[in-house]
């Protein structure tokens, strides 16, 4: 079974700074994928980011970005330029890469964002 | 875009009543996903369907039962509630690309 670590329960960041969320996994698969959703206080979840584990190069979507090292199992979001949108519960989860398991994902505990004026 | 829908954003149901949750997409989507939110313990799967009248438990599974009837229609049945499934409830479906969420179900059992 999967297993998806995050080691950071609460983080804050002042705006317009840098701020780096940690991601860690256990797996035996090689066909994986890697996401980063966001969940503001009181609304809908959506994705941020995907990263598919035969891709060398790392996801960027605008501000955010990924550090994907598949030996050491991490998987680490950098937001840039953080705004005070930001402010969230980020969720790091992996899916297996094949259809028999009806893409389902295992998630992280999560970490909760605070971005400061 | 891929909307998913949960017909309630809150409800308040008594100890004992049957409770439906419902959650409908409009992809063409297989995999569909309940999940229940609770503080400290993040995201913890219910139930999840990859096909029409297809499902399987997840890790909490007790006190619940799900129905899909059509494809694009999951709902999740509380059979008796009780004050410990008071929680949040996310429904969401899949695709490779990552899930899509519904809004999510606040519900509360008094």
């Known amino acids: 079974a999967q297993t998806v670590t995050q080691s950071q329960p609460e983080m804050s960041v002042q705006e317009a700074e840098t701020v780096t969320l940690s991601c860690t996994y256990d797996?035996?698969?090689?066909?994986?994928?890697l996401f980063w959703y966001k969940q503001p206080p009181s609304r809908q979840m959506i994705l941020v980011i995907r990263?598919?584990?035969?891709?060398?190069q790392n996801a960027t979507e605008n501000r955010f970005s990924v550090n994907f090292q598949k030996a050491a199992k991490s998987f680490s979001l950098k937001i840039s330029d953080s705004q005070l949108g930001d402010t969230a519960m980020y969720f790091c989860?992996?899916?297996?890469?094949?259809?028999?398991?009806?893409?389902?994902?295992?998630f992280g505990d999560g970490t909760t964002l605070t971005v400061k004026p | 875009d891929v909307k998913v829908t949960q017909s309630s954003r809150y409800l308040v149901k008594r100890t004992g009543e049957k409770v439906f949750l419902e959650c409908v997409q409009d992809?063409?989507?297989?995999?569909m996903f309940w999940y229940r939110q609770d503080p400290g313990l993040g995201l913890r799967l219910i139930y999840f369907?990859?096909?029409?009248?297809?499902?399987e438990k997840g890790d909490i599974p007790e006190g619940y039962s799900v129905s899909r009837e059509k494809k694009e229609r999951f709902s999740l049945i509380l059979e008796s509630a009780s004050t410990n499934q008071t929680s949040m409830y996310l429904c969401?479906?899949?695709?490779?690309?990552?899930?899509?969420f519904g809004s999510g179900t606040r519900l509360t059992v008094v």
């Open positions: 369907s990859y096909d029409v009248k297809m499902k």
């Open positions: 969401a479906s899949s695709h490779i690309r990552g899930y899509t």
């Open positions: 797996t035996s698969e090689n066909n994986y994928y």
């Open positions: 992809m063409d989507h297989e995999n």
């Open positions: 990263q598919e584990a035969y891709k060398q």
């Open positions: 989860a992996f899916m297996k890469g094949t259809n028999t398991n009806a893409g389902k994902s295992t």
